[in-house]
């Protein structure tokens, strides 16, 4: 029996190591590989998915600053958080992106090396959009700080969004969880909102992954 709810996002050390961590590489296994000459059909539906998610990436973009494989990145970062969100729906398995350690880690340096480079590159369309246009002389010093303050903020609020919408999905399933007693009348009733629940709780992954890269995407656009 857990001693708090929140005991279930403790990763458990085993010879000095955080061995639940490990559940970042090992969710890779579920991406499909092509070992055979026919392509499996897991394999057939991850390769759709991936073309449309070039294809939607690409339009995010702006022309000025696309390049061959710009799309890669969000991609692929789609499909870690999506792997890792949706293994961790499952019993004796470990939720990694409930913890602002995996969400921060993701968001801060991508969004870094993307504000860096278009300060090396486009240094005048970044001082541009420090002050938009119409902006009194008098406000332009605050419109400056106000446009630092949110190009600061957003790496952290994707990663509070992605963990604070995990971390209230997991709890919900275990409340119902501790709820369950075969012995009630009324177990067919939970055993049914605990797997609407579950299926609920599977979008939300989903759509959580799509949210993340898809807005990291939108951020770097709208700075070009």
């Known amino acids: 029996m857990m001693m708090s709810l929140f005991s279930m996002f403790d990763p458990t050390a085993m010879f000095s190591l955080s061995l639940n961590w490990a559940m970042i590489i090992l969710s890779l296994l579920f991406i499909p590989i092509p070992f055979w000459k026919m392509n499996s059909q897991p394999f057939m539906l991850f390769h759709k998915v991936i073309l449309s998610l070039n294809k939607e990436f690409k339009a995010l973009f702006s022309n000025s600053i696309l390049m061959k494989g710009s799309s890669l990145l969000p991609s692929a970062l789609f499909m870690m958080i999506m792997v890792n969100n949706l293994s961790s729906n499952f019993p004796y398995t470990f939720c ?77 399933m275990a409340l119902l969880g501790n709820t369950f007693n075969p012995s009630s009348y009324l177990w067919i009733i939970i055993l049914i909102l605990q797997t609407l629940f579950l299926s609920f709780e599977l979008m939300v992954g989903l759509i959580q992954s799509y949210v993340f890269s898809v807005l990291m995407a939108l951020y770097s656009s709208e700075m070009s």
């Open 96 to 172: 990694s992106s409930a913890h602002l350690v995996f969400s921060l880690s993701l968001s801060i340096p991508i969004w870094t090396s993307i504000v860096l480079f278009y300060w090396t590159t486009l240094t005048k369309s970044m001082m541009a959009h420090l002050v938009p246009s119409g902006t009194p002389n008098i406000l332009m010093p605050l419109m400056v700080l106000i446009e630092l303050t949110s190009n600061l903020i957003r790496p952290m609020a994707l990663a509070v969004r992605l963990t604070a919408n995990l971390i209230a999905g997991h709890l919900l």
